[in-house]
């Protein structure tokens, strides 16, 4: 059974910086695409960044370039989510997810075939 578990969420001042790491398990996924999602109440979950299985492609959402960066280790069949000059807008509950069938990096939910279950993230200003 696959599981993806998600930790380093928690609460931070504006400025301030977070890493989030995710650990897969039930299987190997280094040739799967991995990427973050955030989603806060009464809003649709929104992509935040992706990587590609070798790590040579990132991808990112204009809101968060040049703060936050993406890494994977596939020995640890783990992916990191370091985030810097965290914002409020910044605070939502943040999902890795895994792209079972894709190597390339997406921006469609859609495109990813397992999920963690979530880290709150929140930056007080």
């Known amino acids: 059974q696959v599981q993806l578990v998600e930790s380093g969420g928690g609460l931070v001042q504006a400025g301030g910086s977070l890493r989030l790491s995710c650990a897969a398990s039930g299987r190997t996924f280094s040739t799967s695409a991995k990427g973050w999602f955030r989603q806060t109440p009464g809003k649709e979950r929104e992509f935040v960044a992706a990587i590609s299985w070798s790590g040579s492609d990132t991808y990112y959402t204009d809101s968060v370039k040049g703060r936050f960066t993406i890494s994977r280790d596939n020995v640890k069949n783990t992916v990191y989510l370091q985030m810097d000059n965290l914002q409020p807008e910044d605070t939502a509950v943040y999902y890795c997810?895994?792209?079972?069938?894709?190597?390339?990096?997406?921006?469609?939910?859609?495109?990813?075939?397992?999920w963690g279950q979530g880290t709150q993230v929140t930056v007080s200003s």
């Open positions: 997810a895994v792209a079972g069938r894709w190597g390339t990096v997406s921006r469609r939910l859609d495109e990813y075939d397992y």
